[in-house]
């Protein structure tokens, strides 16, 4: 059945059953793989069964008897019923195996969208930026999709400054309909949120290498001394300078300027407006005393 209305988490063998209970004036019974729900279709109708004497009156009402005829008819047509129970379990059995076979497994990688985040606060770090996601349904639906009909929606709005811990449900995975989450692989995703402040740290180079055994490095001047930086609170209360890239001293020469940049080596920091991305470094060495 192509109806619309059905709902999200019913599957190829629900859909089929709507299908068939449509098509013909046939009662169709339907257990769900998952949830172990029973469904009774018939016309357009489609009914869950709670308990089984609500399923017994359904059969007897569709077959035309009352519950005295029904117990009369079970007595006078013992074999007849042991014959159709046989049959049921044969075409049940061939119809599960049919529908299993309707059934495809994909996989997809899909990043993760996080929403509803405090705009006072910044995520600093995740554990994972996607996920990947096994899924079922019918081999044309599963043939049929495109990534971009899939999505992984984590809600923040009620994380808080620190790590916070989220497990990824069927809730969090927009699917089209037909389709469900068999597997989410990582099934839990970090997420650490801070709150965003300035900071002036001083500047210091990162020699390298070997400086030349005759000479010694005497001074070296840095042009800017300071740079603002822009951080989580709790990540800047833990950084008291910041290096530059590394510079080697192999090659180094009596005097000479050195233009470098800053290795800012956590994704979450940046310079701040109006600071200098490059540090200028003059320095000066000697020849060492004999």
């Known amino acids: 059945s192509n109806r619309k209305d059905l709902p999200a988490y019913y599957g190829t063998r629900h859909r089929a059953a709507a299908g068939l209970a449509e098509t013909t004036d046939a009662l169709v019974i339907v257990v769900s ?19 089984k004497e609500e399923l017994a009156q ?7 008897v009352t519950a005295t005829e029904w117990g009369y008819l079970r007595k006078e047509k013992l074999g007849l019923g042991v014959a159709a129970l046989g049959s049921i379990v044969f075409i049940t059995g061939v119809w599960f195996s049919f529908t299993r076979g309707l059934e495809t497994l994909a996989g997809f990688e899909i990043p993760i969208e996080y929403m509803n ?3 006072s606060m910044e995520i ?13 349904g019918s081999g044309v639906l599963i043939k049929s999709m495109r990534p971009e009909q899939v999505g992984v929606r984590l809600d923040l709005s009620k994380a808080m400054v620190g790590l916070n811990t989220f497990t990824i449900t069927p809730e969090d995975v927009a699917l089209p309909p037909g389709v469900f ?9 970090e997420v650490t949120l801070d709150i965003p402040i300035r900071k002036a740290l001083p500047v210091q180079v990162d020699w390298v290498g070997k400086l030349p055994e005759h000479l010694i490095l005497v001074r070296a001047r840095l042009d800017p001394e300071k740079i603002e930086v822009i951080g ?13 890239q590394k510079v080697p001293v ?23 407006p109006g600071s200098k991305d ?10 060492r005393p004999q």
């Not at 359904?58 to 035309?64: A, F, S, T, W």
């Not at 490059?278 to 020849?287: D, F, H, N, P, Q």
């Open 232 to 244: 989580g609170s709790r990540q800047l209360d833990n950084i008291s300078t910041i290096y530059t």
């Open 58 to 64: 359904i059969l007897q009402e569709h077959v035309g």
């Open 124 to 136: 600093v770090n995740t554990s994972a930026n996607a996920v990947n996601l096994h899924l079922s």
């Open 181 to 189: 989450v068999k597997k989410v692989d990582p099934p839990v995703v």
């Open 250 to 272: 192999d090659d180094m020469k009596k005097t000479g300027t050195i233009t470098v940049n800053l290795a800012l080596h956590s994704g979450s920091l940046k310079i701040a």
């Open 117 to 119: 985040r405090d705009p």
């Open 33 to 51: 793989e998952e949830r172990g729900n029973v469904v009774v279709a018939k016309g357009s109708d489609m009914k869950v069964i709670y308990r």
């Open 278 to 287: 490059r540090i200028t470094v003059r320095y000066l060495a000697k020849e």
